[in-house]
């Protein structure tokens, strides 16, 4: 129970880090990386599935803290605020699919050998279903773009599937494979012979 509770520990913090120190940039540069956030939301449902009070918990200070910080670069830094319309809104539920998925993964399946192909199935489906949602909800709601033919619009958009799914899939690959290392590591160890027999 206490390790689990340890580990549970680990992962609110580990996930609260990573979307604080990648939001500032989308796509990243020389000094900072990619943003973590569809990651953060998907590895949030997926570690916390079988806790629903800590999840929910967790899951409303994501929302809280990526609002935090778009505020802050856009009021404090000067990023531009074009994206912060009524759209805006739509990322709750798009934050909301990325966790329910990663949340149905973990009560249905396991990472084994059959595993790994659901995981990386539902983390794309969630990623791109994610990526549809938050850029239809922007054009159907943010009145930025109103002039622009939905055909033209899903053309300039499309352009940016790859690298928002595929960065999220990177980020979601690491992580689990890092636990997963560190699972092994410790299974073989509490089986490994001690000096004393």
Same mark, same amino acid.
């Given at each position: 129970? @206490? ?22 940039? !989308?796509? &990243? ?6 943003? #973590? ?29 990526? $609002?935090? *910080?778009?505020?802050? +670069? ?17 990322? *709750?539920?798009?934050? &909301?699919?990325?966790?329910? /998925? $990663? ?5 249905? !399946?396991?990472?084994?050998? @059959? $595993?790994?192909?659901?995981? *990386?199935?539902?983390?794309?489906? #969630? ?15 943010? &009145? ?17 599937? +790859?690298?928002? /799914? ?22 073989? @160890? ?8």
């Amino acid at each position: 129970m @206490k390790s689990s509770l340890s580990q549970t520990w680990i992962t609110l913090i580990g996930l609260i880090l990573a979307m604080a120190v990648t939001r500032f940039n !989308h796509f &990243g540069s020389a000094s900072s990386l990619p943003d #973590a956030s569809w990651a953060v939301f998907f590895l949030g449902g997926l570690y916390l599935a079988r806790y629903p009070r800590t999840a929910l918990a967790l899951f409303t200070t994501l929302v809280l803290l990526a $609002g935090l *910080i778009d505020f802050y +670069v856009t009021t404090m830094q000067g990023v531009s605020d074009w994206c912060i319309t009524p759209a805006y809104w739509f990322l *709750i539920p798009t934050y &909301g699919s990325l966790w329910f /998925v $990663g949340r149905w993964f973990a009560l249905n !399946h396991s990472i084994d050998n @059959k $595993g790994w192909r659901w995981l *990386i199935l539902s983390a794309w489906l #969630a990623n791109s279903f994610a990526f549809f949602l938050s850029n239809a909800s922007f054009y159907l709601v943010s &009145g930025r773009i109103n002039e622009m033919a939905a055909t033209e619009y899903v053309s300039r958009v499309s352009e940016y599937y +790859v690298s928002y /799914v595929s960065m999220s899939m990177l980020y979601i690959a690491v992580i689990i494979g890092i636990q997963q290392l560190f699972t092994y590591l410790n299974r073989n @160890k509490v089986n490994a012979p001690s000096l004393a027999d």
